[in-house]
């Protein structure tokens, strides 16, 4: 396999002077034990397509949600609700607001730092900005579903929806992904 030279769209901060274990050569294989052969610049790169395919998922979904929320407040039924559904509904467009904020961050970051050879932190930061963003959108559905209950059916099954909904997600995103991690440990 051909090696790209670790330049214009390399994004360590290696590239920018700092030590790194693999200096004498910007060819070498960053990690020779991870069944891939890809030089830091090549890592960054794939990481970063990576992120740009989930982000994809993740900013459909969360707009959708949002728009839909937005669109509640101008239904002929919203007068009905009481105060704790509209303090709910206004929190879940916070949350939504801010889900969909974080979804765009790691686009706007890698605009505001496009050839400054930065892609190992923009990387590393979107990886972050992605995960604050679950839990967003982790809120957002649990949220809804509570509330379109608690109008349809009445508050306990709101309260037990926004449970139900919760622990799915957890099981879906947090556990499922833990359990299958522990037969792939890490070089």
């Not at 929190?91 to 050839?115: E, G, N, Q, S």
């Not at 400054?116 to 959108?137: F, Q």
Request: hydrophobic share 50%; with cysteine; charged share 20%.
């Amino acid at each position: 396999m051909a090696r790209k030279a670790c330049g214009a769209q390399g994004g360590s901060p290696y590239d920018r002077g700092m030590t790194s274990p693999h200096a004498d050569d910007p060819h070498r294989d960053v990690d020779p034990h991870d069944g891939r052969d890809e030089t830091e610049a090549e890592r960054n790169d794939r990481n970063w397509t990576e992120i740009l395919q989930e982000l994809r998922v993740i900013q459909t979904g969360t707009q959708i949600l949002t728009g839909f929320l937005l669109t509640l407040a101008f239904q002929q039924r919203f007068t009905d609700l009481d105060q704790y559904q509209v303090d709910t509904y206004l929190v879940l467009v916070v949350v939504a607001a801010l889900a969909t904020a974080l979804a765009l961050t790691p686009v706007a970051l890698h605009r505001a730092l496009f050839r400054r050879r930065a892609k190992g932190i923009i990387v590393r930061i979107a990886d972050r900005v992605l995960k604050a963003t679950l839990v967003a959108v982790a809120l957002t559905i649990t949220g809804t579903a509570m509330l379109i209950f608690d109008v349809v059916v009445g508050r306990g099954a709101g309260v037990v929806a926004g449970i139900v909904t919760l622990a799915v997600v957890a099981l879906a995103w947090l556990a499922l992904p833990t359990i299958v991690r522990r037969g792939y440990p890490r070089a």
